[in-house]
């Protein structure tokens, strides 16, 4: 029997959100035309990391519905232990939210609306590529 997703850890919720949000990013970086695996590694890396996840959750944040803020915001609040060096702990709770987010919206059923907010959060980035 599966649990209610109020009922499954905001963990969890962003575990899985983390691998959506990693799936968006490869779908755009392949029909965008990038084909090494240099190139998607390190391009990739543009979108996926703690600070430009919570730059990009920041362009979608007056986008959300009140269901998707409180998402957001349960993620958000996770106690976090590990902060990487590379952002602050306000950026990475700010990724961490946005992940839950996703995941929640994953297990919702709403493939549209990830990829609508996805698109909103990363229009400067995805309009960037090089091939």
Do not use: W
């Not at 190139?39 to 959750?57: G, H, I, P, R, Y």
């Amino acid at each position: 029997m599966e649990k209610p997703i109020e009922e499954i850890s905001t963990a969890a919720l962003a575990y899985l959100g983390d691998s959506i949000i990693e799936l968006c990013v490869r779908e755009t970086l392949v029909k965008r035309g990038v084909s090494s695996a240099k190139n998607l590694n390190s391009t990739a890396l543009l979108f996926v990391k703690a600070e430009a996840q919570a730059d990009a959750m920041m362009k979608i944040f007056d986008a959300l519905t009140d269901e998707e803020n409180a998402a957001y915001r349960r993620g958000r609040n996770i106690g976090h232990t590990n902060t990487p060096k590379s952002a602050t702990v306000g950026q990475y709770r700010m990724a961490t939210g946005m992940e839950a987010l996703f995941g929640y919206l994953y297990l919702k059923g709403r493939k549209d609306r990830i990829n609508e907010l996805f698109a909103l959060a990363y229009e400067d980035k995805i309009n960037e590529i090089n091939i």
